[in-house]
Structure formats: structure tokens, C-alpha cells
């Protein structure tokens, strides 16, 4: 009864017991940290784990899901889609709890256990599943890398356009280019319909992330091109605002000093303080840098040349 075929729901239980116990205990370990850090920790560990078995069972023992999909599940395929069906049935719980995620990506949990669980009740589809879920998973550490520079305010420099880039080409090629070949040999073999309808559903999931992550990337970098495109402009400004300062204060300096002749009887200074208004008023006449630098240039010769 707890057993059909090859769903074992004994095994799969201490799976997710796994799964969950590890977050648990970076609960406890790291309580500065919040729950998503924890969870998205266990998912990089659940991504490399079922990566470099799906390499193991898909490369090394076989059998090729481009020549030989649709056979009967092997005990290590049995053993990778039970390891994915427990995590993803602690990952769709995690997100239910606490309404952190779209429905693009609950859809994606939701096919996925469907998926997993058809495939262990069936005894079918290990040799094609297994080689999906590789697939699937080989780019999500650089994805939940991207999120932990962004938490700790790294994601803004060099290494985060590394992981960006890194993980944009990496989902294209393996999720897009390698999935496009493997669904379309999988319809030249002899495999049935519900096969070719849950490949389907995923490899369409894989391209509606894709486009996501496309238009995102267009316009960060578009954004910060035209940032880029207008630093320049910004640069000549501060410059001619610096000079006018430097001139005003050697004005300033000046009438201060040596220029007592030039006062009146009342004790101010009206030659240097003319002088200065003249300049502000130039200054704010002034239509583009280049001119308000030149400007501020015969302002101060001016000012040199008599005091």
C-alpha cells in the first residue's frame, strides 16, 4: 500500500525529512540570517546533489535519453527523481507559507511533482526526467548566487555582472538550446503521450523564464548605458562649478588683503563685492559648460589684474 511500482513513500519521506531537518538546523545555526537565505542555501545543496547524479546516471551509466527515452525506470533513476520529489515538496510548501513566489514559479513546483510522481507511479520516463531535471538544475546555483551578492550589497560590481552574464548564457545554451534538441529527438522515438505532453509543458516553462530573464537583462544594461553615455557631460559640469569657487575665493582672499585704498568711508569693499556680483552673473548666463568655463576664466584674470 505504501509502495506502487516505484513510489516509495517511505523513502521518499526520509528524503524530505532530509531536506527539511537541514533547514532547520540552519535555522538554529544562523538565526541572524532570514528564512529565505536558509531555503534558497538548501536549494543550492539540492542543485548541485541531483546535478552530479543526473551527470552520473544520464553519462556514465546510461541509457542516452537522445536514442534510447521512454524505457523503464533504473534503481538510480529511482533514487534521483526520489531525492527531486522531496525537495520539491518542501520548496512548494516553504513558498506556500510564506506567498513568496509567482505563479509562474508555483506552476513550475506544481508540474514538476506531477511530473515526478507520474514517473515513479508509472515506472516510465526515468531515462528523459532524470536528463531534465540535470538540465534544470545545472544554472540554479549561479541563480541563487545572484540573490545572496544582492542581500549582502555585492550584487552592484564586477562579480555580479559575472554571475549575470554567466547565468544568462548558461540557461540559454543548456535549457533553451540542449532542450530544444532533446524534446525534438524525443519526438522521433517511439514514445507515448503523456511523455511528449509533460516535456512539453516544461520546455515551454523554460522559454517563458527565459524571456524573463532576457528582458530583465536588456533593460538593466540599457539603463546603465545611457547612465554611462551622459557621465561625461556630468564630469564637465563639476569641473566649471569647482573653477568658479576657486575663483571666487581668490577674489575673496584678495580684497581681504592689500586693497584698502579701494575702500570707501563707510568700510566696505564695493569694488570687490561689483566684482563678484558680475561674476554670478555671468555665470548664471552662461548656456553650456565650455562657455561657462571660459567665463569663469576672464573673471579671474580680471580680478588679478586689478587687485
Not at 537565505?37 to 536549494?43: D, P
Not at 570687490?272 to 573673471?299: T, Y
Request: proline share 3%; charged share 15%.
Amino acid at each position: 500500500m505504501l509502495k506502487i511500482n516505484d513510489f516509495d513513500f517511505f523513502m521518499i519521506l526520509l528524503y524530505f525529512s532530509i531536506w527539511i531537518s537541514f533547514y532547520f538546523a540552519l535555522c538554529f545555526w544562523k538565526p541572524s540570517r532570514s528564512c529565505e537565505w536558509h531555503c534558497r542555501t538548501v536549494t543550492v545543496l539540492h542543485a548541485v546533489t541531483v546535478t552530479l547524479i543526473a551527470i552520473y546516471v544520464v553519462f556514465i551509466l546510461g541509457p542516452s535519453p537522445f536514442t534510447h527515452a521512454g524505457g523503464r525506470n533504473t534503481p538510480a533513476q529511482v533514487m534521483a527523481v526520489s531525492i527531486c520529489l522531496a525537495y520539491f515538496l518542501f520548496d512548494l510548501g516553504w513558498c506556500l507559507y510564506f506567498k513568496t513566489e509567482g505563479p509562474v514559479m508555483l506552476a513550475h513546483h506544481f508540474l514538476s511533482i506531477i511530473g515526478l510522481s507520474w514517473c515513479l507511479f508509472a515506472g516510465y520516463y526515468g531515462t528523459e526526467l532524470v536528463a531534465t531535471i540535470g538540465g534544470a538544475e545545472i544554472t540554479n546555483p549561479l541563480l541563487q548566487l545572484r540573490w545572496f551578492l544582492r542581500e549582502s550589497g555585492h550584487y552592484k560590481s564586477l562579480l555580479g555582472d559575472i554571475v549575470d552574464w554567466t547565468f544568462i548564457m548558461s540557461f540559454g545554451f543548456v535549457r533553451i538550446l540542449l532542450g530544444s534538441v532533446l524534446l525534438y529527438s524525443y519526438y522521433q522515438q517511439n514514445t507515448d503521450f503523456w511523455g511528449r505532453l509533460g516535456g512539453t509543458c516544461i520546455y515551454s516553462i523554460g522559454w517563458i523564464f527565459f524571456i524573463g530573464i532576457l528582458n530583465y537583462a536588456v533593460k538593466k544594461y540599457s539603463r546603465r548605458f545611457k547612465n554611462w553615455k551622459h557621465k561625461p557631460a556630468q564630469t564637465t559640469l563639476v569641473s566649471s562649478s569647482q573653477l568658479s569657487q576657486a575663483a571666487t575665493s581668490k577674489g575673496s582672499d584678495k580684497c581681504a588683503g592689500t586693497t584698502s585704498h579701494l575702500k570707501p568711508a563707510n568700510g566696505k569693499n564695493s569694488f570687490c563685492q561689483e566684482e563678484r556680483n558680475i561674476l554670478s552673473v555671468r555665470e548664471i548666463k552662461s548656456g553650456s559648460s565650455g562657455l561657462f568655463a571660459r567665463n569663469v576664466s576672464h573673471a579671474e584674470d580680471f580680478l588679478n589684474h586689478s587687485l
